[in-house]
């Protein structure tokens, strides 16, 4: 990132990163039998895209200062995944977990995640990952932007300058490049481009082991929320069925016989496919 | 008077041109309204674009709503939501669909949230169930699932992936009506464009063939092999993930879940073994061919054709027969 921008400002900013934990998809199977994922089978991970969105806020506010605070929304055990950002950098870290909040569609984890930022109230910079590995809906930003009223621009590629009340990052949305000016409060989701999120070292490891972690349940967010809006009964899509894709195993036909024969077929099948200019 | 319950459909625009993804919504759309017996309606916004609006019509559209305005010239989350919300709150469609393109992707989850209505991501295909409910089809877990979504609230909207579903045949005798719609817009959003340039790099997706490099090539030089059977085929190079990580060729080369999806005619994987993340970018193509030394290669899977084989020494051979043919 080539960021620009004052040493220090009057006001750090205040900096939110919304994280997910999320089953290592590089080794995650799945039993298609019962139409879900074998939990046991991959150790839970924090979403590769969410430690772009977090490195962002860290080189932020290692730049112009500011306090970035991590929110994650899932089971007690996403905590660990809090304690791998407070040791990447993140100062502060909110846990969000009740039985109310399980089996939310994007519709009722955005406005979960929206009312804790009501709760945390003030803020300039939303940050998240373009999506998550396992849903890959990419919704959850642009969702909570709306539910805060905020400005978004996904599909951030680069940070070029951060003022006391806006930023400039490039954005790519399809064969357009855009570098666009946004204004705080607001929200951007980042691309694996923006940054190579850096690892922690033992020393922070060590220290993120003791720090603290704030965990709400639902009882913690009514001030800001109505109950019925969280999980399940909030959720407005529901999944059906699972399945493995069908498009998965081709019937591959294996050229035999020597290089010049394999050549040759491979040629033919192209020439009948019609693409030889 | 408005049709409601009707199915409708976001026609995305750049520089006044229609993205092809609208079409394609269209065509889905139509079908799913003449199934459940209601209007397909398109909605568009833009600036100096009302006679696009025939163009909607001819791929069956039986209404168009225009928002025109010089603010909505280029995309701007917030005045787009806002008017759309309006016009879905005004005519209360049962279905909504847009494309699953980063604007598509970046304006439904604004308007879905807004509206408090579910959204389903990246849809490649859309069926109704026996009630006339849409069943929501996509790929979950980087592809390694399919999941059916269905919505109870309305109107059911998806973003729907580029080049899955079919356009119509474009019919000039199909009428409509076009609606002018007035755009409510704000002074400022708090968005600012201030520059937009076109990036140079290659359209995989567009492309006829793509002739894809994976972990068997050597070096970066390899690739001028490969395009010289691209170059061939009318097609592009592509590549897998490690390649491009390496830095042996740039990011826009790149096929899989974290680059591109591809639907190409002929896909040709050279020295790749497939990874199910390279695998969800292009097991969608028409014809795929593998060369792979190791006949266990998980690409064999997916391919139609096979070879297995050094790259290095089939790939001359097949360029010299092409060469051959093409003479002859």
């Not at chain 2, 916004?45 to 909607?56: C, P, R, T, V, Y």
């Not at chain 2, 791929?59 to 016009?87: E, K, P, T």
């Not at chain 2, 309305?154 to 080049?163: C, E, F, L, S």
């Not at chain 2, 695998?279 to 998980?298: E, V, Y």
């Amino acid at each position: 990132m080539k960021l620009l921008g004052r040493k220090t400002m009057l006001n750090p900013l205040n900096i939110i990163v919304l994280i997910k934990q999320v089953p290592d998809i590089e080794k995650v199977r799945f039993d298609y039998d019962k139409g879900r994922l074998d939990r046991g089978s991959a150790e839970a991970t924090t979403n590769p895209f969410d430690l772009n969105a977090l490195e962002t806020a860290v080189q932020i506010k290692e730049k112009v200062g500011g306090v970035v605070t991590a929110i994650s929304m899932g089971p007690e055990n996403a905590i660990e995944t809090l304690r791998d950002a407070l040791a990447r950098g993140a100062d502060k870290a909110v846990l969000l977990t009740d039985i109310k909040f399980a089996g939310a569609d994007t519709l009722a984890t955005s406005y979960t995640l929206s009312c804790a930022v009501k709760k945390i109230g003030l803020f300039d910079l939303l940050v998240c990952g373009e999506k998550s590995v396992d849903g890959d809906t990419a919704q959850v930003g642009p969702e909570v932007a709306e539910f805060l009223g905020i400005p978004h621009v996904a599909y951030v590629e680069e940070v070029l300058e951060v003022k006391a009340t806006e930023i400039t990052v490039k954005s790519r949305f399809d064969e357009k490049s855009y570098l666009v000016k946004i204004r705080f409060p607001s929200l951007i989701t980042v691309t694996k481009d923006v940054n190579v999120p850096r690892l922690p070292t033992l020393k922070d490891k060590l220290r993120s082991r003791k720090a603290e972690v704030t965990v709400w349940n639902a009882s913690n967010l009514l001030d800001v929320a109505e109950e019925q809006l969280f999980g399940l009964t909030g959720s407005a899509t529901w999944v059906a069925k699972v399945y493995a894709p069908s498009a998965d195993k081709r019937k591959c036909q294996i050229i035999g016989g020597t290089l010049e024969e394999k050549s040759k077929k491979i040629a033919e099948v192209l020439a009948k496919l019609g693409v030889l200019r | 008077m408005v049709e409601k319950g009707g199915v409708l459909v976001f026609a995305e625009q750049n520089d006044g041109k229609i993205h092809p993804v609208s079409y394609e919504l269209l065509g889905k759309g139509r079908s799913l309204a003449d199934n459940l017996g209601v209007k397909l309606s398109a909605v568009l916004l833009g600036h100096s674009i009302q006679q696009k609006a025939s163009d909607l019509i001819h791929y069956g559209a039986d209404i168009v709503y225009i928002y025109d305005h010089q603010f909505l010239a280029d995309f701007d989350v917030v005045q787009y939501s806002q008017n759309i919300v309006r016009l879905v709150k005004e005519t209360d469609p049962n279905i909504f669909l847009l494309g699953a393109t980063r604007i598509g992707r970046t304006l439904a989850p604004r308007v879905a949230a807004a509206l408090r209505t579910g959204l389903t991501a990246d849809c490649v295909d859309l069926i109704l169930d026996e009630n006339g409910k849409l069943v929501q089809i996509r790929p979950a877990f980087s592809g390694n699932i399919m999941a059916q979504v269905k919505t109870r609230t309305k109107p059911q909207m998806a973003t729907v992936r580029y080049k899955v579903m079919k356009t119509n045949v474009k019919d000039v005798s199909r009428s409509g009506k076009i609606i002018l719609k007035t755009a409510e817009i704000l002074s400022n959003t708090g968005i600012q464009i201030l520059e937009k340039t076109e990036t140079k790099s290659v359209n995989l997706v567009e492309a006829n063939v793509i002739v894809s490099g994976g972990r068997g090539l050597k070096s970066p030089g390899d690739f001028v092999l490969l395009n010289e059977l691209a170059q061939l085929l009318g097609g592009v190079v592509g590549s897998s993930r490690p390649l491009v990580d390496s830095g042996w060729i740039s990011k826009d080369r790149q096929v899989g879940f974290s680059g591109f999806t591809v639907k190409p005619k002929v896909y040709v994987a050279c020295g790749i073994s497939g990874s199910p993340q390279h695998l969800f970018g292009m097991r969608d193509s028409d014809t795929i061919i593998a060369i792979n030394k190791d006949a266990s290669a998980p690409i064999f899977n997916v391919a139609d054709y096979g070879i297995v084989g050094d790259i290095y020494e089939v790939l001359p051979i097949l360029i010299h027969e092409l060469k051959k043919m093409k003479k002859g």
